[in-house]
């Protein structure tokens, strides 16, 4: 999303010539697809970690432009809003330490980072959404000054045709109406990218798919927003519903939402994703690259398929496919469920949890996949991000005969092993797993994501002061325990 554009307007004969060259790069993409040697390489494991940028009394920090260019850091990017960044992140071989160099790229880059915010008078936060958020924070006069926000903002406005709606329980619930989709930039995530092999595309997809909602409920970390108590993980029900552009007919058919968790389990690879996208959804950016993907691999390059990269960054799946022409042409699957925060180890432990998890039942997916069908994982997705550790989630079993509920802290305490398991499959050092892992089991013992740390604190906080202070003052703990990197099971109350 931070890739500018050179214009804003667009005709019919832009969305013709896009469509076309959407129709091109599929058929780029199935001829790589039938190539043996294609995205053969090794795995690797990289991640795009979202902050929010808060002034010295923790209100947001409209300077995200400002601090992009005096930061210098080719790594770092634009977001929507104009108090986010975003840090693109190396991605590192399975060989590497992956995660423990996961871990301390962001150390080292919100160390740097923070230096520089603070010369402007400001800090910056890994938090799924920020406590101190005033409705003022939002509108037109909060978006990123990039022709490519502009454009979208624009685009989406003119698909709905009226006001985004916003409704959501909880034990405040919030109903309100936005003229813009500026409240999507209240969502920072934290983004994890897997390269897999094209032939083990579809089963490792299906697995992540599968266990996304146990790593999301316990790495939850985003209870609510301008003061009211929803969703541990407020951030699902919000992102979707703030660039919503569908009139929803209780009685007739409707299109799926840009935001959503898929449409089905894979059957058969990557390319079926891809052309899932490109069926469903209508372009809302069409700009076409300035070469073919004809052109580009009559050259012998791995084709850009530029357009078909575009159009997947409006479109905003949970989990989804990944194109890259780097490295001759690979496939990557991008888990983008994880809120961002508590801090850097914990973000990494919930990465190592999901996917480990995902590649220990990998062999078995297609066994076990008969006995959930997709409205049901689903439902544990909005579940998971509703209750987060109270949650009760339909899990199937090899030996099921009928559905049953399930504590989602009973799943994940039995998929501890299978991640282990999952992560030694893939070759990593077993300290690396056992840190990471053992992280989260210790969450899991004491009952304590980030969340449920935000919601328990607050509540403490509001016995001794005003509401308004109790949220800078929860705000400030959550900033000085996040930066001593302290696992959030370990955060005193």
């Not at 590497?96 to 740097?112: K, N, V």
């Not at 989602?408 to 070759?427: F, H, N, T, Y």
Request: proline share 6%.
């Amino acid at each position: 999303m931070g890739i500018e554009i050179d214009k804003i307007e667009f005709s019919v004969p832009d969305f013709d010539a896009f469509s076309a060259s959407l129709e091109e790069n599929l058929n780029a993409l199935y001829q790589l697809l039938q190539r043996p040697d294609f995205g053969q390489g090794s795995g690797s494991i990289g991640a795009e970690l979202e902050m929010y940028l808060v002034d010295d009394q923790g209100f947001p920090l409209y300077a995200n432009q400002e601090i992009l260019e005096e930061a210098a850091d080719p790594s770092l990017t634009l977001e929507l809003n104009r108090y986010n960044l975003e840090f693109n992140l190396p991605p590192f071989g399975l060989a590497e330490r992956p995660f423990a160099a996961t871990e301390q790229a962001i150390l080292e880059r919100l160390a740097r980072l923070g230096k520089v915010a603070a010369r402007r008078g400001g800090r910056v936060v890994p938090i799924g959404i920020l406590p101190t958020l005033r409705d003022t924070d939002f509108g037109p006069h909060c978006v990123t000054d990039r022709r490519r926000y502009h454009a979208l903002v624009q685009q989406l406005i003119k698909r709905r045709g009226g006001h985004f709606n916003i409704d959501i329980n909880g034990e405040n619930p919030l109903k309100m109406t936005m003229k813009d989709i500026t409240l999507e930039g209240a969502n920072t995530s934290f983004q994890v990218h897997y390269r897999v092999a094209p032939d083990a595309f579809a089963d490792t997809f299906n697995a992540i798919q599968l266990v996304t909602p146990l790593a999301l409920a316990i790495g939850a970390n985003s209870p609510g927003i301008f003061g009211h108590t929803l969703w541990d993980e407020t951030r699902i029900p919000l992102f979707k519903q703030s660039i919503d552009t569908r009139y929803v007919d209780p009685y007739g058919w409707k299109e799926p939402a840009r935001v959503n968790f898929g449409q089905g389990w894979a059957r058969r690879g990557a390319e079926e994703l891809f052309r899932e996208v490109v069926r469903i959804y209508p372009p809302l950016l069409p700009l076409c690259n300035g070469r073919t993907a004809a052109e580009e691999m009559a050259a012998g390059q791995a084709p850009s398929l530029a357009e078909l990269r575009l159009h997947q960054s409006t479109v905003w799946l949970w989990n989804r496919p990944i194109y890259d022409d780097a490295d001759n042409g690979h496939l990557r699957i991008e888990m983008r469920a994880l809120p961002a925060g508590p801090s850097a180890v914990d973000m990494v432990a919930n990465a190592a949890f999901l996917i480990g998890a995902a590649e220990g039942l990998r062999p078995v997916i297609n066994q076990l996949l008969p006995a959930i069908p997709f409205r049901n994982a689903e439902y544990n997705f909005y579940r998971a991000a509703q209750y987060g550790l109270d949650a009760r989630l339909v899990w199937p079993e090899l030996d099921q005969s009928g559905y049953r509920e399930q504590a989602v802290v009973d799943v994940i305490r039995r998929m501890l092993p299978v991640a282990r398991a999952g992560l030694e499959s893939m070759g990593l050092e077993h300290s690396e797993i056992e840190h990471y892992i053992g992280i989260v089991e210790e969450r899991l013992d004491k009952r304590q994501s980030g969340a449920a740390w935000q919601r328990l604190k607050l509540a403490k906080l509001k016995q001794e002061m005003s509401s308004r202070e109790a949220a800078h003052a929860l705000l400030e703990a959550f900033i000085a325990l996040s930066e001593k990197n302290v696992p959030v099971a370990r955060w005193p109350l």
